[in-house]
C-alpha cells in the first residue's frame, strides 16, 4: 500500500471523517486532504499530534522523518505571525495547536487578572536584568473539563492580537513522553546551527531550554495538563524574557508562584454558550432561553457538559426542553457521548475523569469510596466532621481512612491531586461538583445506591442535635441542614421508614420552626409523621409525640385550626393504658392550653394547664423542672384574667422553681420573668416592670441573638409598658423595632406581625393621628382575614378598634358599620354572656352616648353591666367602670 495511503486507512478505522481529524489537529481539511494525497507532508509538530491521536509511530502513518511544509508554526488566524523556516531564529514561532474557539464565552476577568499578573511581574524587574523564568509562571487549576485548556488558548490569541510576545509555545504534558515529544517538535524548528543533525533526545531538550533562556525576544509557554507537576519541572528553563502557564488538575502547586482556581461558569455565561454553541442565539424565543438556562442548571453548569450539551442539540435539531428531558433519563449515555468536539476536547466529561478515577483506584482505593459516599451528599457543604463520626456506618475501609486525620488527610490528597474535590480549611467543608456526583452515581448499582443512601441518612442521625430547639445547638443544626435536605430525597426515593430517619426529619424540622422557617419546617416534620403512622398501632408514642411537635409548629405559624386538630389527635393517642402515664400527655395538654390562651378561650385554658400541673406534681413531685411550662401559661390566663395577684405567685414559683435547676441567666428563666413584667405593667408597677422587660431582653439576645422574634416580644411588651406611662416617642420606637424584627423573621403574613400594627394603631389613635392609625389598623386585619382558619375572635379585636377611631372621628356611618360587625362575630364566637360581648356592648353605648341617643346607650351599658357581673364579679375595675358610665349618663337627667 502507498505510504501515503496508510493515515487515510488509519483515519478510516476511526470512523471519522477528514474534518473531525482536522478539528482535533486544529489546522484545515485541506491540509489533511494534502497529507493523504502525498501533496504535502506534516510539520514535526503534526507528526507528533498525530502519533498521539493514533497511537502509532511516524512509519505505520506513512510519514517522513523530515517536514517539508511550515503550517505546524503558523496560527490558524489572518493576522498572525509568519511561518518559520528553519534557518531564520528572528522570524516568530507560533505552535499552539488549536484554532481559536469561535464559542468561547466569559472568563473576561480571569483572562484580565492573568495578563495583569505578568505585566506586573515584567514592571517590577530591573532595568537589564534577566528575570527568572520560574518566577513568571502561573497555573490554571481545576477539574478535568473544567475549560483550562481553553482559557490558555484564549489568552494565547488575545496576547497575539496584543502582540505581547514574539514567540508563542506549546508543550503536551500528559505524559513524560508527550513533553519529550513536544521539546523534541519545537527543537527542530530551531536554526539549524543550533541542534544541526543531533538525534539524542536529551540533547534536543536541553538544545531548546538554553534557546529559550538566552532568547531576547518575549516568549509565552503553556504546558497543558501539567498534572504532575514533579515531571515537569525539570523540562522547564529557569530564567529567560518570558512568561509560562500551566494548566493542571493537580490542587497543589506549590512550585507556581500564582495560580487560578476555575470553578463552574456563571449561570449568565451558560446560557449565552449553549445558545451560542447550539447556534440558536439570534433565533431563541425568551422560552427557549429560559430552557436553555434550565439545562445549564442541570448541567452544573460545567463548560465541557455544556459544550457536549450544545453538540448533541446541533447535530440533532432537539430543543433544549427534550434535551433536558432526556439528559435527566439517560445522564450517563449522554455525558460519555463524544460528539463533533470543534473545541479541542478529545473526550466526553465520563470518559475525561476515567483515567484520574483509575490512578485514585490504585493509589487510595478508600477515596473512591469517599467520592461514592459523596456523589448522595449535598454538593458544596460536606461536613469533614460526618466522615469522622459517620465512620460506624462506612465500610471498613473507609471506616479507617477517616480514623485519624492523618489518613484522612492521605485520602483527600489523592482526590485533591485532580480536583476531584474541593477543601474548605477554614470551614472543614468539602465540595464536589454535581457532575462528579452523577457519573459515580450512574457507575453503581441499584444495590449499592441504596447501602450508601443508608448509610448516610443513619450517619446524618448521628451527628445532628438530638435538642435541636436549644440555641446552643443551633450553629451546628444550620450547617448540617443541606445534608439533612438531601436525605430527606433519599428518604422519600429509597422509601426508607427508619426509625433514625423519621427522627432526623422532626429534629431538623424543630430546628427550622424554631428560626420561623415553619414552611419548610412542616414538610419535614409531615414526611416523619408518615413514617411513624405505619406504626401506630404497635408504637403510639412515638407518632402522639411527633403529632404534638407538628400542633406545636402550626402553633407558632398561627394556623390555630391545625394546631387544635392535631393536639386532638395526639391526646386521643394519650388516653390508651399504655400512654396515659407518659409525660408527653402533659406537653400535648399544656400545648393545647396554650392555644386557647392564645384566642382568649381562658376557661378551658385554665381546666388544661391546672390538669397538666397535677399530672407533672403527682408524676414526678412539686420540683419538677418542667413545672415551670404549665406555671407559666396558667398565669397568663390570670393576667388576662385580672387576677395579677394569683399570676404573681406563679410567675414567682416558677422562676424559682427554674433557679434550682439552671444559671440565673439561662434562656428559660425569661419565661416566667416576662409574664411576670406584664404582670406588673397591669398592676401600675411601672419601674419593676420595665427593670424585668430589659433583664429578659438583655438573657434573649445574649442566647438567640437581637433579631429573634423572641426579642422583638419583650419589645412589643416595652412599647406597651411606654404607651402606658404616656411615653409615646419610646412607645413607637419600640413598636417599630419589633415590628421590623417580625417582617424579617416571620414573614409580611404573620399573626405576630398584624399585633404589632394593632398596637401601633392604638398608640397612634391615642395620639389623635387617626390616618396613620387607621393604616395600621387596616394592615392588621388584612393579615388575620387571610390567615388560614383564622379564629373570628382576632379579628373582631381589631374590629372594635376601627369602630372607635371611626366613632372619635363622628365617621358615624363606618362607625356604625363596624360595629355591627362586632357584635355579630362576638355573639358568634363568644356566646351571648361572654365578657368579650360585654366589651363590645360597653362601646357601641359609648358610641351611642355620643350620638345623643340617651336610651339606646343605657340599654347597652344596662345588658353589659349584666355580664360582666356574672363572669367578672362586681368589684372587677371593667364592672365598675362600664358602672360608673351608667351613672355618668343618668345624671344629667336627675339634675333636671
Not at 77 to 96: C, F, K, N
Not at 403 to 426: G, V, Y
Request: charged residues 25%; contains cysteine; hydrophobic residues 40%.
Amino acid at each position: 500500500m502507498p505510504k501515503n495511503m496508510l493515515l487515510r486507512q488509519q483515519r478510516m478505522l476511526h470512523n471519522w471523517r477528514q474534518q473531525d481529524l482536522a478539528d482535533q489537529l486544529g489546522t484545515t481539511v485541506i491540509t489533511i486532504q494534502r497529507w493523504e494525497r502525498g501533496t504535502q507532508q506534516p510539520s514535526a509538530y503534526y507528526r507528533v499530534k498525530l502519533c498521539e491521536i493514533f497511537e502509532l509511530g511516524v512509519g505505520e502513518l506513512g510519514l517522513d522523518e523530515q517536514a517539508e511544509d511550515g503550517t505546524a508554526t503558523t496560527p490558524p488566524s489572518g493576522d498572525t505571525p509568519a511561518a518559520v523556516a528553519p534557518s531564520s531564529v528572528e522570524r516568530p514561532l507560533w505552535t499552539i495547536p488549536y484554532a481559536r474557539n469561535p464559542h468561547f464565552t466569559g472568563r473576561d476577568s480571569l483572562l484580565g487578572q492573568i495578563a495583569q499578573q505578568f505585566f506586573s511581574a515584567e514592571a517590577a524587574q530591573p532595568v537589564g536584568l534577566r528575570r527568572v523564568a520560574l518566577t513568571q509562571a502561573q497555573a490554571i487549576k481545576g477539574l478535568g473539563g473544567i475549560g483550562k485548556t481553553q482559557i490558555a488558548i484564549e489568552y494565547a490569541y488575545r496576547a497575539l492580537e496584543q502582540k505581547r510576545y514574539t514567540h508563542t509555545l506549546w508543550i503536551s504534558a500528559a505524559s513524560e513522553e508527550s513533553i519529550q515529544a513536544s521539546f523534541v517538535a519545537l527543537a527542530r524548528l530551531l536554526p539549524g546551527d543550533l541542534v544541526a543533525d543531533e538525534k539524542d533526545q536529551q540533547k534536543l531538550i536541553a538544545a531548546v531550554k538554553r534557546w529559550l533562556e538566552e532568547c531576547q525576544h518575549p516568549w509565552l509557554l503553556i504546558v497543558d495538563n501539567a498534572d504532575d507537576l514533579a515531571l515537569v519541572q525539570p523540562f522547564l528553563p529557569v530564567r529567560g524574557k518570558g512568561d509560562m502557564l500551566l494548566t493542571t488538575r493537580a490542587n497543589a502547586v506549590g512550585m507556581i508562584p500564582l495560580s487560578f482556581a476555575i470553578d463552574m461558569m456563571g449561570l449568565v455565561e451558560s446560557t449565552h454558550f449553549l445558545l451560542q454553541r447550539a447556534r440558536r442565539l439570534e433565533s431563541a424565543s425568551p422560552e427557549e432561553a429560559d430552557e436553555a438556562t434550565n439545562v445549564a442548571i442541570e448541567l452544573g453548569q460545567f463548560p465541557l457538559a455544556l459544550d457536549q450539551a450544545a453538540a448533541y442539540i446541533e447535530e440533532t435539531g432537539c430543543s433544549f426542553h427534550d434535551y433536558r428531558l432526556l439528559y435527566q433519563q439517560h445522564r450517563s449515555r449522554l455525558l460519555a457521548r463524544r460528539g463533533r468536539q470543534v473545541a479541542g476536547y478529545h473526550d466526553p466529561v465520563a470518559t475525561t475523569w476515567s483515567l484520574s478515577l483509575q490512578k485514585v483506584k490504585q493509589t487510595n482505593p478508600a477515596a473512591i469510596m469517599l467520592l461514592e459516599l459523596c456523589a448522595f451528599t449535598a454538593p458544596d457543604t460536606i461536613p469533614e466532621e460526618l466522615l469522622e463520626q459517620g465512620a460506624p456506618y462506612w465500610p471498613p475501609l473507609l471506616g479507617q481512612a477517616v480514623a485519624s486525620r492523618f489518613t484522612l488527610n492521605q485520602m483527600l490528597e489523592a482526590l485533591l491531586s485532580f480536583s476531584l474535590i474541593k477543601r474548605l480549611t477554614e470551614d472543614n467543608l468539602l465540595s464536589i461538583h454535581r457532575l462528579v456526583q452523577v457519573v459515580h452515581l450512574e457507575g453503581m448499582q441499584p444495590v449499592e445506591q441504596r447501602q450508601w443512601a443508608q448509610r448516610l441518612v443513619l450517619a446524618m442521625h448521628a451527628v445532628f442535635p438530638e435538642h435541636a430547639d436549644q440555641p446552643e445547638n443551633w450553629s451546628l443544626c444550620q450547617r448540617y441542614l443541606d445534608q439533612v435536605q438531601a436525605c430527606d430525597r433519599l428518604i422519600q426515593d429509597y422509601q426508607f421508614l427508619l426509625p433514625e430517619a423519621a427522627d432526623l426529619l422532626s429534629r431538623a424540622g424543630t430546628y427550622l420552626q424554631e428560626r420561623a422557617v415553619y414552611a419548610q419546617a412542616e414538610t419535614l416534620q409531615q414526611r416523619a409523621l408518615r413514617i411513624w403512622q405505619p406504626s401506630q398501632e404497635s408504637n403510639p408514642l412515638l407518632a402522639a409525640r411527633q403529632l404534638a411537635r407538628l400542633a406545636k409548629l402550626y402553633h407558632n405559624w398561627g394556623k390555630y385550626g391545625q394546631c387544635e386538630q392535631f393536639y386532638q389527635q395526639a391526646l386521643s393517642l394519650y388516653e390508651r393504658p399504655e400512654l396515659r402515664d407518659d409525660s408527653g400527655v402533659a406537653d400535648a395538654m399544656r400545648g393545647l392550653a396554650n392555644l386557647y390562651n392564645n384566642q382568649g378561650k381562658d376557661v378551658q385554658a385554665e381546666a388544661l394547664y391546672l390538669r397538666a400541673i397535677d399530672f407533672y406534681e403527682q408524676r414526678f413531685g412539686p420540683q419538677y423542672r418542667d413545672l415551670s411550662f404549665p406555671l407559666n401559661g396558667l398565669a397568663y390566663v390570670y393576667v388576662e384574667q385580672r387576677k395579677y395577684a394569683r399570676a404573681e405567685a406563679l410567675c414567682l414559683r416558677s422562676a424559682d422553681l427554674l433557679k434550682q435547676h439552671l444559671e440565673p441567666d439561662s434562656l428559660a428563666i425569661a419565661n416566667p420573668l416576662i409574664i411576670l413584667a406584664v404582670t406588673y405593667v397591669e398592676m401600675g408597677r411601672y419601674g419593676e416592670a420595665e427593670q424585668i422587660l430589659l433583664q429578659v431582653r438583655s438573657i434573649r439576645e445574649k442566647h438567640l441573638g437581637s433579631e429573634h422574634f423572641n426579642v422583638a416580644f419583650v419589645w412589643h411588651e416595652l412599647a406597651k409598658l411606654y404607651q402606658k406611662q404616656g411615653k409615646y416617642e419610646d412607645a413607637e420606637h419600640c413598636y417599630q423595632r419589633a415590628l421590623k424584627i417580625r417582617e424579617q423573621q416571620l414573614g409580611p403574613d404573620h399573626r405576630q406581625v398584624s399585633d404589632s400594627f394593632h398596637r401601633l394603631g392604638i398608640l397612634y389613635r391615642e395620639q389623635q393621628r387617626y390616618v396613620q392609625a387607621e393604616e395600621c389598623f387596616r394592615r392588621s386585619l388584612r393579615i388575620r382575614e387571610q390567615l388560614q382558619n383564622h379564629d373570628q375572635f382576632l379579628v373582631s379585636d381589631v374590629i372594635i378598634d376601627l369602630a372607635i377611631l371611626y366613632a372619635e372621628q363622628r365617621r358615624d356611618e363606618e362607625a356604625e358599620r363596624y360595629f355591627q360587625q362586632l357584635l355579630y362575630l362576638r355573639e358568634q364566637v363568644a356566646g351571648l354572656e361572654d365578657e368579650r360581648l360585654a366589651e363590645a356592648l360597653y362601646h357601641l353605648a359609648r358610641f351611642r352616648q355620643a350620638q345623643g341617643r340617651i336610651q339606646q346607650a343605657t340599654e347597652l351599658y344596662q345588658r353589659a353591666l349584666r355580664i360582666q357581673q356574672r363572669t367578672l364579679g362586681a368589684d372587677n375595675p371593667l364592672t365598675m367602670a362600664t358602672a360608673q358610665s351608667m351613672q355618668e349618663l343618668a345624671q344629667p337627667a336627675k339634675l333636671l
